[in-house]
DNA sequence: ATGGGCTACGCAAACGTTTTCGTGTTGACA
DNA sequence: TGTCAACACGAAAACGTTTGCGTAGCCCAT
């Protein structure tokens, strides 16, 4: 087993100084060709690769970005992430990866964890924790220390920091208008409470949508899901919950679902109360994962484009890392989201 | 914008010296009780944390462990991304992801890039187009600088480290014996070609599961996908191929896939063809993940517990790393399979 | 012979820690 | 008064780099 050789290790077999083997590598005119060749030649017979860790102490950046996302197993977060790692890879950073599990204590002891020193800078969504309790003051701290944050889907606009969303309200409103255009008359939807950002924002497009066609909302066709977290295990109290609203309004022909499970579980709930999909009820959900893509029928959809999210989160964080001046920007990018019809509606 | 603070800093505001604050900082006896206190509150006020990477550097561990793997957007590899995580968190460990996207080349420099003094160990997967070169230095050099590895789920048995497996051909068993149960008589596979060593044991477990019940095996029911990397792009391609192995075979009453997405393909195509699940086709996939949950009707299949693969992967490379001696223990950890029994069978 | 200017290298500091060892000051004791 | 231990602290090395600067040695011109 022999252990990754050091500068100081050539220096001593070559019988030079440290100072001259570095030189050397790196290709420096104060080195002559002579012993410039003799400790690349060594060098690259042991394979040496200079230490990481001691580069990031000298140069006090570490080349990685610390993302924090309440889940992993989650077809958009997972896809944010591919669409980071692959713009970080290309410009030569790493990705260290933590969960906060929705919870806010876990959000907080993970950032505290990577902020001293082990990354450059953040991407992340807010656990819903988090968004409950209004406490930002990690946040805010990170981006005193110097450390720079770009927040995706999951914002809060008094955190003055790079954002990367999608128009969540101008994404329900199309899905919406889908659903008007193709004849629905009463509309449904299924959202979240609305501490969540997202939900309360597609909830906003969803009336507007509705407003817009002079058709008057009706609040017993607005569900929020009283959610414990939404973890898949207490699917069971989700089915309740929407099997309440087509009974409670049998004359909805039209769901609006913000995420896809929800989508998902209306179209089962629908099917077992003997309606027709999209004869009978029509359904449009939110975020393209694979659930829409491989439902049957496959699920008209707004896809939120996550990968391009990740990637352009990645890039405003990296540009802000590279940036020569000190000034702090804060940009919001707003990807745009795109109606992707299939079979649950007509 | 107020840095970090560094123990320099304290030294100098309080007119110590750099030594006797580190210590005071972790209550040793040289110091007296007065100058600690009041050490450790300036320090508090301060809010000094101690920075990651000098003690990387200093200790030669940088409590972070690099996962490797083919793709994130897959429900088997988060589930165990998010097992490591949860065990990696516990233990004071980090995790930093890189993406194969199943190229050879991407995983060789991934791993180069993170060798050099990033992380302490690995935990990966191997990429298929790895698998199908056969080409392993990087593994075997890696190992031998003394930085562990433990593979999980696609691993190749020539290499010394640990791993984390499931009993893919017990598995595909369990699967085959229940339609074989169930009274198919001309059960079908779909699996993947045979580089792929996980397809090749569930093909395996398949093989034995009908010759133990002395049925003879037909090619002609065997199908190895042609897979350019198994995007979700080409899917087509896949329908096109299951939807021949069923042309061919009019008498399948059984299908055995070796993934989810197959599964669901052939439930899609057998439906096209008129085949009423589970009555006609009796329809048993593997990985149990939300496609699976979520299918109509709800998917039978073998759960290979992602989770629990990763906690156990993070657990033997933690234990492996905090090992005092020196021996190079490589064990193999088999995580059970289940049936989880839906209503694609009887 | 002196000075100047290259060339080719080494020294040392710096990044932020921890830890070993050395040492100045005190008080007690003979 | 001299000795010694205990106490409280500081200096310095080490982890592995990079880099500004100092300088020894040489050659050439004056």
Known sequence: MKRKVTLKQIAKEL???????SKALRNSVEISEDTRLKVQAFAKLYNYRPNNIALSLKNRKTKTI????????HHFFSKVISGIESVANKRG????????????????????MLANGSIDGFIL????ETLQQQ???????????????VMFDRVVNDIKCDKVIVDDSQGAKLAVNKLIENGCKNIAIVTTKDYVSV??????????????HKIDPKASLILKVHDQLLSEDHLDSLEIEIDNLFKNNKNIDGVFAVNELYAITAMKVARKLGLKIPEDLQIVGFTDGVLS??????????????????????????????????????????IETELIERKSTK
């Not at 406490?135 to 944050?149: A, C, K, R, S, V």
């Open 15 to 21: 019988d030079v100084s440290i100072s001259t083997v």
């Open 66 to 73: 610390g993302i924090i996302i309440p889940e992993i197993v």
């Open 93 to 112: 950073y790493n990705v260290i990866v933590g969960l906060s599990n929705e919870s806010f204590a876990k959000e907080v002891i993970n950032m505290e």
């Open 125 to 128: 969504s807010i656990a819903k």
């Open 135 to 149: 406490d930002y003051h990690h946040f805010t701290e990170t981006i005193n220390q110097g450390m720079p944050i």
């Open 199 to 212: 939900g309360k924002l597609r909830t906003q497009g969803y009336l507007e949508a509705l407003e817009d």
């Open 293 to 334: 893509k491989h439902a049957v029928p496959a699920l008209t959809t707004v896809s939120q484009h996550g990968k391009k999210i990740g990637e352009k989160a990645a890039e405003l964080l990296i540009n802000n890392l590279e940036r020569e001046d000190e000034e702090d920007y804060a940009e919001t990018v707003v």
